[in-house]
């Protein structure tokens, strides 16, 4: 038997004035079912994982984003592997509504780890989520020279 490997991505999208994370909560007929994770999907055959995540976040949330780096990468084994990609949304226009969620939240990162249910893939790469926060803290206080 041959397992199969998919590519999944997912957009970090922080609130320019708060700091707060988007979180999705997924539907129950999905895998990983009333799961919360940043939004984003698998990525399509042809398809660079930046071009699938604006196409993701724009059949998901209804915004059209700009891709950023990547800051984490998560490897899973079920059913397939499963590699994961965290980028970092550095824009989006429009507002963000749950066309493929039962919800979405603002959440801090350890609000989340302490009360939501996340899926693996988004808790695994909670330190690089607190790490990438931080950093954005610190470029917002630096006074300029």
């Known amino acids: 038997m041959t397992i199969q490997s998919i590519i999944v991505v997912h ?23 009333l799961m919360w994770e940043y939004p984003g999907g698998k990525v ?12 993701e976040l724009k059949e998901e949330l209804d915004i059209d984003v700009i891709v950023g780096k990547i800051l984490a990468t998560s490897i899973f084994a079920w ?6 990609n965290l ?3 550095k824009s989006w226009t429009g507002e963000p509504k749950p066309l493929a969620s039962t919800e979405l939240r603002w959440v801090s990162p350890e ?5 939501l249910p996340m899926t693996p893939g988004s808790f695994s790469v909670y330190p ?9 803290h610190m470029q917002k206080t630096r006074t300029p020279t």
């Open 11 to 33: 957009g970090l999208i922080v609130h320019p004035e708060t700091n707060l994370v988007l979180m999705a909560h997924r539907l129950p007929n999905k895998k990983k079912p």
């Open 44 to 55: 399509d055959p042809g398809e660079t994982q930046e071009n699938a995540l604006q196409r």
């Open 79 to 84: 059913k397939e592997h499963v590699f994961i």
């Open 87 to 89: 980028f970092d949304i």
């Open 111 to 115: 609000d989340a780890i302490d009360n």
């Open 128 to 136: 690089q989520v607190i790490e990438y926060l931080q950093e954005l």
